[in-house]
């Protein structure tokens, strides 16, 4: 493996170049399948949904920043990377040729930072067709046939513990309280307040176990992992592909019953409700006023849809434009972060809230995490729903969830409303 440190902005140019070489593959099996049995979650990377994407092992190449300008030098890594490669792609698919999987710290300021990893190994699955990218510095590549094996079923979860993170459920409720205190004194007209639990096990915890069992029971989701963030979200924050940007907006947060029948009236409720659709329109003007300098001509529908998820209902509008300038889909990232529907609106006010009430760093949660590809075409959701091993550890893990308050929020309800966006990750683990 080839670490590059993180105070480089660019490989050394003296050293030696990427060579990627992508082929066709036959169909492999479901691809969280193929990930192999590691002591260190950071080796697996994941970009799964409805069994198509991408799935990766090892590391050829890495890239860590921190601070404000954190996405343009990753961006900037990449270009470097990609500008010197030896590539041979015999599919020439999105997604194809060298890939890099990242995720990009919440704040600034955070230790965190922002990560980028090349895999040594790629599988990929789109449309029917199936393909393999192996890559290194300048070695020989191994041939495809030997970097696809069998592996062994993942592990489930043993003796697996929850404590409280930075607040307590009452402690948290108080800081809902206050933000609404806050918001009905015109402070600021949303903020999003997140909270997190600590896990532990009693045993290294198998990745693989949390990814499949995320697809399995949440598959509208795209399925995650990348150095050790791993989660499924809902939430897609920008696609690039071939000029066309896409983004998925949801805000506005219903639990379901597990009644079909009674799901449909709190769905018919939710699409009615003033607190949930001013959320709503929050998050969907951020996201459009933030890709619109970006893009030629933009469609924003007028209202909502009920996205249906297997725990809870979500308020969804999916904008659209046709890109304009020379953007990646990490810059298009960069620009839609943080969006109303993570941070809140005036987004630098609530900021300033979240850091004053939730007293816990997010680190990369409710961050982008996705891929890009040599052209800089690629996917980014926002990394909710989700956990990070502790550093150094496969054992401890800390799980997040987050909820959108505004004037008409009732702190009780914003508890409920939390619990239920952790009940992915506790299910992952309860090894069930």
Not at 167 to 189: C, F, K, M, Q
Not at 264 to 275: C, D, F, G, P, V
Not at 396 to 421: L, Q
Request: aromatic share 6%; proline share 7%.
């Amino acid at each position: 493996m080839t670490s590059l440190p993180s105070a480089a902005g660019s490989p050394d140019p003296s050293g030696p170049p990427l060579v990627a070489r992508t082929v066709p593959l036959a169909d492999a099996g479901p691809l969280l399948r193929l990930l192999p049995e590691v002591g260190d979650p950071r080796a697996l990377s994941s970009w799964v949904r409805r069994g198509e994407g991408l799935v990766g092992w090892g590391r050829t190449l890495e890239f860590t920043t921190t601070g404000p300008d954190r996405f343009a030098r990753a961006q900037e890594w990449w270009r470097d990377v990609v500008a010197s490669a030896v590539v041979r792609d015999e599919v020439g698919l999105p997604g194809t040729g060298p890939v890099t999987f990242g995720s990009i710290a919440y704040a600034a300021d955070s230790p965190a930072g922002a990560t980028l990893v090349v895999p040594e190994v790629v599988v990929g699955a789109r449309d029917g067709k199936w393909w393999v990218t192996t890559t290194g510095t300048g070695a020989d590549l191994p041939a495809p046939g030997a970097v696809v094996p069998q592996q062994p079923s993942p592990h489930s979860p043993v003796g697996v513990a929850y404590a409280d993170g930075a607040l307590s459920p009452a402690e948290w409720a108080g800081a809902v309280s206050e933000a609404v205190h806050r918001i009905t004194a015109g402070e600021l007209d949303k903020v999003v307040l997140a909270r997190d639990l600590r896990v532990e096990a009693s045993e290294p915890i198998d990745a693989r176990w949390l990814l499949e069992r995320l697809a399995e029971r949440y598959d509208t989701t795209w399925v995650f992992a990348v150095d050790g963030l791993v989660g499924a979200t809902p939430e897609m924050l920008v696609r690039l592909e071939r000029g066309l940007v896409t983004s998925r907006v949801l805000a506005g947060t219903i639990r379901r019953t597990g009644d079909d029948e009674h799901d449909l009236a709190l769905a018919a409720s939710l699409a009615r409700s003033s607190k949930d659709l001013e959320e709503h329109e929050y998050a969907v003007r951020s996201v459009a006023d933030a890709l619109r300098p970006h893009c030629s001509s933009m469609n924003v529908p007028e209202s909502p849809f009920v996205l249906h998820l297997a725990n809870v209902m979500h308020l969804a509008t999916d904008v659209a434009g046709v890109l304009a300038d020379d953007a990646t889909s990490l810059a298009l990232a960069a620009s839609l972060h943080p969006s109303a529907a993570v941070c809140g609106t005036p987004s630098a006010v609530a900021d300033a809230v979240i850091s004053a009430l939730e007293h816990m760093d997010r680190g990369r949660y409710a961050g982008p995490v996705g891929w890009m590809d040599a052209s800089g075409d690629g996917e980014w959701a926002i990394a909710l729903r989700s956990g990070a091993f502790e550093p150094g550890s496969a054992s401890a893990m800390r799980i997040f969830a987050g909820c959108g308050i505004v004037a008409g929020s009732v702190p009780e309800a914003e508890v409920a409303e939390s619990d239920a966006k952790l009940v992915p990750m506790r299910d992952a683990l309860s090894g069930g």
